[in-house]
Nanobody, 121 residues
């Protein structure tokens, strides 16, 4: 069974960089033709897709986050990571990692449990 687990700090100060890691078990992040996503949900709002890295290591990020976000992977650890720079209180959210069943399909079949990140000084 595929499992995803987010890890990282729960509290971040404004202007700092958030680093989150998603550890995947039960399948390889390089297996055809999956894409691996970062998704967040701010309090009282809907899900926001932040970006993705696919089985080839190709990344896509939301245009409005492009200047602040980096997504990378460590295939030896079967992990992919999110870095979000210049954090503000508006970045407070539950952050999830998820697997898309095929690049471009839009269908997520496995999700992590999510990790709450709060930005405050």
């Amino acid at each position: 069974q595929v499992q995803l687990q987010e890890s990282g700090p729960g509290l971040v100060k404004p202007s700092q960089t958030l680093s989150l890691t998603c550890t995947v078990s039960g399948d390889s992040i390089t297996a055809d033709y999956y894409a691996w996503h970062w998704v967040r949900q701010p309090p009282g709002k809907g899900l926001e897709c932040m970006g993705t890295i696919d089985y080839l290591g190709i990344t896509y990020t939301r245009p409005d986050l492009k200047s602040r976000i980096s997504i990378s992977r460590d295939t030896s650890k079967n992990q992919f990571t999110l870095q979000l720079r210049s954090m503000t209180p508006e970045d407070t959210a539950v952050y999830y990692c998820a697997r898309e069943i095929a690049v471009g399909s839009g269908g997520m079949d496995y999700w992590g449990k999510g990790t709450l990140v709060t930005v405050f000084s």
